[in-house]
C-alpha cells in the first residue's frame, strides 16, 4: 500500500525541509537514512513472497495436515481395497481435497506425501495436481459426518455417462453456470479416468455443508444429501463396487442422521421431477432392502 509514499511526501514538503535544515544540524544524514527505510520497506510490501508464482492465487485454501475439516465432524473409514504390497502411486487432487484427506485415504502420513512432492507443509494444493502417493495400502473411503439436523433425505443419481470423476464433473457443471460447481454431495466413481472402482468422493458441498444443485424439485436441495453413481443405468448396471460403498455410504449416513429407509429415493421419485435418473437399470429396491436391518 501506499503508506510509506504518504510519509515521504511528507518529508519531502518545502517547508518541512526548510525548517529543519535551518534548526537542526545534521538533519539531512538523518532524512537520507529516513528515506533509505521508507523506501525498502515499500518494496517489501509489494513483492510477492519468496518462491511464490502468480498461478498461486487460484489455489484452494492451504490444507491444515493432521486436522479434520471440522473439529466437531466424526471421521469414518472403510477400507475399500487392500493392493497387499504397498505401491507408489500417482493421485490427482479431487476439488475441495486436503492433503489430510489423501492422507488418510492411503494410510500413508502427510510427512511422507510432502517430501515425495517436494512440498513444505501447509503448502497449498490445487485441484487436478498430481501428487505421488509412497507406499500407498490402496485407498479407504474418508467420510466426515457434521452435526446438521437438516438432512432429512438421500437422493441417489447417475451420471448419464460411461465416465467420471469429480474434478472434471466440478469443471462441466461450471462450465455450464451451475452454483458453486458439482451438484451432488458425494460421487461414486467406476474404475475409469484413474478413479477407483468404489471410490467415494467428497464433494465441497458436503465439506462446507451447503445445500445441493441436483434435485430442484420438493426442497430436496435443502433436504436431501444428493449421492451420484458415476455410470449411465438405462444401459448397464453399477458395478458390485459402487454398491458396496453405495451400501456402506447410505449404512453410515442413515445412521448418523436418523435418515429411515423410506427416505431413500431415486431422483425420479422426488415430488414433480421428469427423469427417469438414476437409470431404468438401477436396483433401487435392492439397495434399499440391503439396509434394512433385521
Ligand atoms: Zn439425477
Redesign the pocket.
Known sequence: MNHGLGLKEILMTKTFLALCFRKVPGFGLVLFLALLLVNCSHKAAIAPPTGSVASTRSVQPSPRVSQPPDSSAKVVEHCFVDPGTPQTITHEVAPLETIWRISKMYDVSPEAIYAANFLRPGDPIRQGQKLIIPNAKGFRNVIALYPNSRWKYI?I??TATDVGKAYLINRSHLDRGFWNGLGYHFLIDNGTLGKGDGQIEVAPRWIKQQSGA??NTAGMNEKGIGI?LVGNFNEELPTTNQLQSLNYLLMTLTQYYHIPVTNIIG?RDAPGSA?D??GKRFPMANVRQCLVRP
Do not use: E, R
Request: charged residues 0%.
Open positions: 437422493v443419481h447417475h441436483h434435485c451420484a431422483h427423469t435418473c438414476p
